[in-house]
């Protein structure tokens, strides 16, 4: 166990001694202490990822420091519950919530359908492409676990009406049975469950391609590529997502992969990649909007999603001084209620500053999120936060960290449990 520790240390000894630094300017450059950088140099600290790319960015090593640091995988939950064959995991409580739901808007429930005349269409799918946009505003507002039963028991609903209606109603239906199974692995990953939001997506893909919506199939790589991500996993996450480059493809599709791809590039270091995938990504979707009848696939709440994904990537490759500029101009462009937007990006912002040495700035920026986080519940979010919390607490005795640290604390607690 102490040879990977020992091999990082005196690589970076010798990076650090070739660039011309001392130990006390390294400190400095990396915002950790002398003694924390002495004792990683002579293995008897274990690094952690993010300081090995901080030393990257600091030393010019392009990377070849964090590619000594093994990552620890996102740990996954048990087993979920078994699913019914439409995938869902509807218990009666979900149904009678959803069912409830469905009421408001005059939907009946699946079991009380019986022949919806052909001329219900439109009006069918004018409802239930309304409640759909609902589900999601809720998923900006509420914990993830509390909006999947009703999105399971709405794409069992919308199939049930697919199979008794027309063909023309029946696919339409379908298609926007596989957008709420999509949302629901999106949901799922963010209840911390990777199981089942891979096979929330895998269903999303069979529903999508009896509508005849095929690209969604390359979608579901870009959504797989985002697990992969938070498991720590650069290679899988650039391969993923270049599967999801092909010029057939919808250019938001094809955007949202670049944007993925320069994620995983970020993740192994490799600063030219990510920013040339960035690049990509820009032009695709700046021109997205012409595209005719593809679906709003990935966040809506982005008023410019490169350039915050351009902040998001520099973190990782340890340039947090110039991450925090992108993510403060990009995070006051967030809707007010879109809370899970605010809180995925907003602890993302408050880290750039903590790891730039602006370690009250970033106190303060937490303390205003952690309602949010608290509210929104995601395991993805949390990955974030634990990272800053270990970031803050590098300067035990400063009084910005201690009045935010019980809070800090109590907003983990659940999420660990």
């Known amino acids: ?3 990977q520790p020992a091999r990082f240390g005196s690589e970076l000894r010798r990076a650090r001694i070739a660039a011309g630094l001392t130990l006390t300017e390294l400190a400095a450059a990396v915002h950790y202490s002398k003694g924390q950088i002495s004792k990683v140099e002579t293995g008897k600290k274990r690094p952690s990822p993010g300081l090995a790319r901080l030393c990257d960015a600091a030393l010019h090593t392009d990377g070849a420091l964090a590619s000594l640091v093994p990552t620890t995988p996102r740990a996954k939950n048990g087993p979920p519950p078994e699913e019914t064959k439409k995938g869902a995991m509807p218990p009666s409580r979900r149904r009678v919530m959803a069912a409830g739901a469905a009421s408001l808007l005059g939907i009946p429930e699946a079991s009380a359908l019986t022949e919806p005349p052909e001329s219900l269409g439109s009006t069918l799918l004018e409802i239930s492409h309304a409640l759909f946009e609902q589900y999601r505003r809720l998923g900006q507002m509420s914990p993830a676990n509390a909006v999947l039963p009703g999105l399971a028991e709405q794409m ?7 199979a008794r209606t027309g063909p023309r109603t029946a696919q339409k239906l ?18 911390g469950d990777d199981r089942a939001a891979l096979r929330w997506t895998d269903h999303a893909v069979d ?12 979608y579901a790589l870009v959504r797989r590529a985002l697990i992969t991500y938070y498991q720590g996993n650069s290679a899988d996450t650039i391969a993923l997502a270049a599967g999801a480059r092909s010029p057939r493809l919808p250019r938001r599709i094809r955007g949202l992969a670049a944007q993925r791809e320069a994620q995983g590039h970020a993740l192994a270091g490799d600063y030219d990649s990510a920013m040339r995938a960035l690049d990509s990504a820009r032009d695709l979707l700046a021109s997205a909007a012409s595209d005719t009848g593809t679906p709003a696939l990935g966040t809506t709440h982005l008023g410019n999603p490169a350039d915050m994904i351009t902040g998001w990537c520099l973190v990782d490759l340890g340039r947090p001084r110039e991450a925090a500029e992108h993510l403060d101009r990009e995070c006051a462009r967030i809707p007010g209620h879109a809370l899970r937007t605010q809180a995925r990006y907003g ?4 880290l750039a500053h903590a790891a730039a040495g602006e370690l009250d700035h970033a106190c303060e920026l937490t303390g205003r999120l952690l309602r949010t986080t608290d509210c929104v519940g995601s395991a993805t979010i949390a990955a974030d936060l634990r990272r800053l919390e270990r970031t803050l607490a590098r300067h035990p005795r400063r009084p910005a960290f201690l009045a935010i640290s019980p ?10 449990g």
């Open 1 to 3: 166990m102490q040879e």
């Open 156 to 162: 069992d609903s919308l199939c049930a009406l697919a």
């Open 174 to 191: 379908r298609g926007l049975a596989a957008r709420y199974a999509e949302y629901a692995g999106w949901m799922a990953e963010e209840s």
């Open 207 to 218: 529903l999508a391609d009896t509508a005849g919506e095929h690209d969604l199939a390359s």
């Open 347 to 350: 602890v993302r912002r408050a």
């Open 407 to 416: 809070r800090l604390t109590a907003a983990l607690t659940p999420l660990n």
